[in-house]
């Protein structure tokens, strides 16, 4: 069954929590991302990672971290999370070859009050 | 700077009429360009893609027309029924590189 899976799918955090979101996909891809989509911006890229432990900054990635130890599974981490992080945040996977697909899990709603 | 534009921001089409949603793009070395639908409380989908040695590509109802010198493409949903009533992202990269999303139309159509 090929799926993009994210854990929460809800969350409630205050200012200056720590916040980890949680990524996995069963299709073996080598890429996966993070993206944030807010009202009126579109899908904005955070990080890439190219396969374990090999991770590229994207268009906005000032706030976040990432940590890719598994193939199969990516976090993002905001450490001390801001009122401007509140978002939907999605990950997506592809297999690392030509015009191949991106897969997009169910989307994570963060809310930083 | 914007590299992938849409438009309309938004689009309201009776059920059953053609919908024509736009796209444009700065990069002229953009070579591929998908299209993503998105339903609330969803991930966006691959719907339709096209590469740009192609003007045309269809599946089903769902129509891409691609201007490669103007840097404009185009999404056609004819016959449009309220199931596809969502968002539609256009994309676009150079194989091998980060594919770009533009901000999304956002189609309704009514019954």
């Known amino acids: 069954d090929m799926k993009v899976t994210q854990m929460p799918r809800y969350l409630i955090k205050r200012m200056g929590e720590n916040v980890l979101l949680e990524c996995g996909q069963d299709?073996?891809?080598?890429?996966m991302y993070w993206y944030r989509q807010d009202p009126g911006l579109g899908l904005q890229l955070i990080y890439i990672s190219y396969d374990v432990d090999s991770n590229s900054e994207g268009d906005i990635p000032k706030g976040y971290r990432v940590s890719r130890k598994k193939r199969e599974h990516f976090s993002l981490i905001l450490d001390s999370a801001k009122t401007n992080q509140t978002s939907v945040y999605f990950c997506?996977?592809?297999?690392?070859?030509?015009?191949?697909?991106?897969?997009f899990g169910p989307g994570t709603r963060l809310t930083v009050l | 700077q914007q590299q992938v534009r849409q438009s309309p921001q938004s689009l309201t089409v009776w059920e059953g009429e053609t919908a024509i949603l736009n796209c444009s793009y700065e990069d002229s070395t953009f070579n591929y360009f998908p299209w993503y639908q998105q339903f609330p409380g969803e991930g966006p989908a691959l719907l339709i893609s096209?590469?740009?040695?192609?003007d045309k590509k269809e599946d089903g109802r769902f129509t891409i027309f691609f201007n490669k010198r103007e840097k404009k493409l185009s999404l056609h949903i004819t016959d449009s029924q309220p199931g596809d009533s969502a968002t539609y992202f256009c994309?676009?990269?150079?194989?091998?590189?980060?594919?770009?999303f533009g901000t999304g139309t956002s189609l309704l159509v009514d019954p």
């Open positions: 997506a996977s592809r297999k690392r070859q030509d015009y191949a697909e991106q897969f």
């Open positions: 299709m073996s891809h080598e890429t």
């Open positions: 994309a676009a990269n150079r194989v091998g590189y980060k594919l770009t």
């Open positions: 096209i590469r740009s040695v192609s």
